[in-house]
């Protein structure tokens, strides 16, 4: 299992700065991934992290808008640059992972931060 | 490509009564599927996962999902409803990427009320 820590929470920001979220997790993980929820929608993946390359991002995101490091096998940080009101979303990290649970086991499955909750005013 | 469809945005069940939760699936191969949840203010937490090894799927808190592939359907249930269990629920699909990793694709969920 994993357990998953964000930082910050919830933050509220003016329009046109920029916000870094950080991921820290328990333990070692090879890839780690961070998705948008916005209001009212479902997740939808931004970017893959693999520790020592370029993170791979999905289509209609790009590195100049969510850079993405990624410096050792325990943490990552996701930047919003320049943000406007339409980037308010619920921002949430997440790793593979073995999944234990009581009377379950389940291999190469992903964890889920609790999530930083975004406001741009 | 993958994807998923959840057929009800949002389904209200009395306490004690039995809940099913819609979903199809579009997969060219034999899929990886999951069911999440999503309380109020708190992350996903993985409900099941459907594997191929069963068709029938236990998961936590009395929830169980069974696979259809003739019907490509992974359907939620529980049979009794219980208040805590008013959350969002997730569908979703894993399409393997050749890059090694299961990339998840996310139905759009279905809203749970439960009312005493």
């Known amino acids: 299992s994993a357990v998953i820590s964000q930082k910050p929470s919830r933050d509220i920001c003016q329009r046109g700065t920029s916000l870094t979220i950080q991921c820290q997790v328990d333990s070692q993980v090879t890839m780690m991934f961070w998705y948008r929820q916005q209001p009212g929608q479902s997740l939808t993946l931004i970017a893959t992290?693999?520790?020592?390359?370029?993170?791979?991002?999905e289509s209609g995101f790009v590195i100049d808008k969510f850079p993405i490091s990624r410096p050792n096998l325990t943490f990552s940080t996701l930047t919003v640059s320049n943000m406007s009101p339409e980037d308010s979303s619920i921002y949430l990290c997440?790793?593979?992972?073995?999944?234990?649970?009581?009377?379950?086991?389940?291999?190469?499955?992903?964890?889920f931060g609790p999530g930083t909750r975004l406001t741009v005013l | 490509a993958q994807s998923v469809t959840q057929l009800d945005s949002h389904v209200s069940v009395s306490e004690g009564t039995p809940v099913l939760l819609r979903c199809n699936y579009s997969?060219?191969?034999?899929?990886?599927l999951f069911w999440y949840v999503q309380h109020p203010n708190k992350g996903l937490q993985l409900l099941l996962k459907y594997t191929s090894a069963a068709t029938l799927v236990k998961g936590i808190n009395g929830f169980e999902a069974e696979f259809k592939k003739s019907e490509t359907s992974f359907h939620l249930t529980k049979p009794s409803a219980h208040m805590s269990d008013a959350a969002e629920y997730f569908c979703?699909?894993?399409?393997?990427?050749?890059?090694?990793?299961?990339?998840?694709?996310f139905g759009a969920g279905t809203r749970l009320a439960v009312h005493p």
């Open positions: 997969s060219s191969y034999s899929p990886s």
């Open positions: 992290a693999n520790q020592g390359s370029e993170a791979t991002y």
């Open positions: 979703v699909v894993s399409d393997h990427w050749a890059g090694g990793y299961n990339k998840l694709i």
């Open positions: 997440s790793v593979e992972a073995e999944y234990l649970y009581p009377g379950l086991e389940y291999t190469d499955t992903q964890y």
